[in-house]
């Protein structure tokens, strides 16, 4: 008889049983490999007959409500600037525009004021401490409606070693996407700021600095670097390479890792506005309520450590939001969530929040978002109802930029 012991008889007898073999931290690699080949078929395969995202096109009316006008002013203009794009007639009365056509339009006919000569752009950090609160949607929505409903030059910043903005920019992680495309060159010192990294994307307008798993190797080269150079300003590491960008970028969108670490400390000092995307739950807001401590504990650490070299510190925001995100009609708890939201952050709220939709889920799914929807691919009041939170929301923040821009002194 042998000395094995055997489970007792009962549920557990029932489960699926365990292999024989016990499992190597080297199957990882194969599981890697594995998912990494799945991906690249499901993206192929989802947009076939297309290898890559192709952008939506746009008809007149949808240009219309873009810029605030009817449509009979919007045809006069066309009409009568010939510097205006014309679009595409496919019938004999309609017209389509290219994505690059219809940003060229919202410049030219839309209400938003261009950023002034000698204003540089801003730089706004999607953060969360939690995940599932809808972050990289919410990045990658704003880069979108920023460069499409007002017309601005958008650079994403990718700071998530998941890389799902990098997905949404129709990049793989690994495939297409290598260290060298990221961040580290220049957190490592190879590169004096960050040009090397921006890559253009399907979107017009947008570009992003891409992101892959060994973005997360910074979390642990910071600390060492640190450790060697006591004058090293570990957290002002990204604006360094940031800075440069600013007079090309109209705005710099970053989405950060949802944790508290060292490349979100340097993402929240490198921005001058703040969004942090909180569904009305009550494990998220209490981890809002910690998020905000822990950051207060860090930039103390920071004022202390400046003070201590005889520097002085000071850190302000042009704008802090907080939205109201994933909201869920049917959650009990969501009226009294929101309401705690309401009490503790006041005016910091959006007076827009983004409704939980199945249609987000399914266009992520395919890796991409309810801008990438032509008008014939979904339910049109789905897609309305997303897309009206995301305009409204890049509005309120376009509204604070420019109120920014035109209050500030030019920078030397």
């Given at each position: 008889?042998?000395?094995?012991?055997?489970?007792?008889?009962?549920?557990a007898?029932?489960?699926?049983?365990?292999?024989?073999a016990?499992?190597s931290?080297?199957e990882f690699a194969?599981?890697?490999?594995?998912?990494?080949l799945v991906?690249?078929a499901?993206?192929?395969?989802?947009q076939?007959p297309?290898?890559?995202?192709?952008?939506?096109?746009?008809t007149?009316?949808?240009?219309?409500?873009?810029v605030?006008?009817?449509l009979r002013?919007?045809n006069?203009?066309?009409?009568?600037n010939?510097?205006?794009?014309k679009?595409?007639?496919?019938?004999?009365?309609?017209?389509?525009?290219?994505?690059?056509?219809?940003?060229?339009?919202?410049?030219?006919?839309?209400?938003?004021p261009?950023r002034?000569a000698?204003r540089r752009?801003?730089?706004?950090a999607?953060?969360?401490?939690?995940?599932g609160?809808?972050?990289?949607t919410?990045?990658?929505?704003?880069?979108q409606?920023?460069?499409?409903?007002?017309?601005r030059?958008v650079?994403?910043?990718?700071?998530?070693?998941?890389?799902?903005a990098?997905?949404?920019?129709?990049?793989?992680?690994?495939?297409e996407?290598?260290?060298?495309?990221?961040v580290?060159?220049f957190?490592d010192?190879?590169?004096?700021?960050?040009?090397?990294?921006?890559?253009?994307?399907?979107?017009?307008?947008l570009s992003v600095i891409?992101?892959?798993?060994e973005?997360?190797?910074?979390?642990?080269n910071?600390?060492?670097?640190?450790?060697?150079?006591a004058?090293?300003?570990?957290w002002?590491?990204?604006?360094?390479?940031?800075?440069?960008l600013l007079?090309?970028?109209?705005?710099i969108?970053?989405?950060?890792?949802?944790?508290?670490?060292?490349?979100?400390l340097n993402?929240?000092?490198a921005?001058?506005?703040?969004?942090?995307?909180?569904?009305?739950e009550s494990l998220?807001?209490?981890?809002?309520a910690m998020?905000?401590?822990?950051?207060?504990?860090?930039f103390?650490?920071?004022?202390a450590?400046?003070?201590?070299n005889?520097?002085?510190?000071?850190?302000?925001?042009?704008?802090?939001?907080?939205?109201?995100?994933?909201?869920?009609p049917?959650?009990?708890?969501?009226p009294?969530?929101?309401?705690?939201?309401l009490?503790?952050y006041?005016?910091y709220?959006?007076?827009?929040?983004?409704p939980l939709?199945?249609?987000?889920?399914?266009?992520?799914s395919?890796?991409g978002?309810?801008?990438?929807?032509?008008?014939?691919?979904?339910?049109?009041?789905?897609?309305a109802?997303?897309?009206d939170?995301?305009?409204?929301?890049a509005r309120?923040?376009?509204?604070?930029m420019v109120q920014?821009?035109?209050?500030?002194?030019p920078a030397?």
């Amino acid at each position: 008889m042998d000395n094995m012991q055997r489970i007792p008889p009962g549920p557990a007898s029932l489960l699926r049983p365990v292999p024989a073999a016990r499992v190597s931290y080297r199957e990882f690699a194969r599981l890697r490999d594995a998912a990494q080949l799945v991906l690249e078929a499901a993206r192929k395969r989802m947009q076939e007959p297309h290898p890559r995202k192709r952008p939506p096109t746009f008809t007149t009316s949808e240009i219309a409500a873009m810029v605030n006008k009817n449509l009979r002013k919007i045809n006069y203009e066309l009409n009568a600037n010939e510097a205006l794009p014309k679009g595409e007639l496919v019938t004999a009365a309609r017209r389509v525009f290219t994505l690059k056509e219809a940003r060229a339009l919202v410049r030219a006919l839309g209400e938003s004021p261009p950023r002034p000569a000698g204003r540089r752009g801003k730089i706004i950090a999607v953060t969360n401490f939690k995940g599932g609160s809808s972050k990289t949607t919410t990045a990658f929505h704003l880069a979108q409606a920023l460069s499409l409903r007002h017309g601005r030059k958008v650079l994403l910043v990718d700071l998530d070693s998941q890389a799902s903005a990098t997905v949404l920019c129709d990049l793989l992680p690994e495939k297409e996407v290598r260290a060298e495309h990221t961040v580290l060159p220049f957190l490592d010192g190879e590169a004096p700021d960050l040009r090397y990294a921006v890559q253009e994307t399907y979107w017009d307008g947008l570009s992003v600095i891409p992101a892959t798993f060994e973005v997360y190797s910074a979390e642990v080269n910071i600390p060492i670097e640190t450790a060697r150079d006591a004058s090293l300003d570990f957290w002002s590491l990204l604006y360094a390479g940031l800075e440069p960008l600013l007079e090309e970028f109209d705005v710099i969108v970053i989405d950060c890792p949802p944790s508290l670490s060292y490349l979100t400390l340097n993402a929240v000092y490198a921005a001058d506005g703040l969004v942090l995307p909180t569904p009305p739950e009550s494990l998220d807001f209490a981890s809002s309520a910690m998020y905000w401590q822990l950051l207060v504990d860090l930039f103390d650490v920071v004022e202390a450590r400046c003070r201590n070299n005889g520097v002085a510190f000071a850190k302000e925001y042009d704008f802090i939001n907080v939205l109201i995100s994933k909201v869920n009609p049917r959650s009990p708890a969501a009226p009294v969530v929101r309401q705690w939201i309401l009490d503790a952050y006041r005016a910091y709220v959006l007076p827009i929040e983004v409704p939980l939709s199945d249609m987000t889920s399914a266009k992520a799914s395919e890796f991409g978002s309810v801008y990438d929807l032509s008008r014939d691919d979904a339910d049109p009041r789905s897609v309305a109802r997303i897309r009206d939170a995301a305009n409204a929301i890049a509005r309120e923040i376009d509204n604070q930029m420019v109120q920014r821009w035109y209050q500030t002194e030019p920078a030397a």
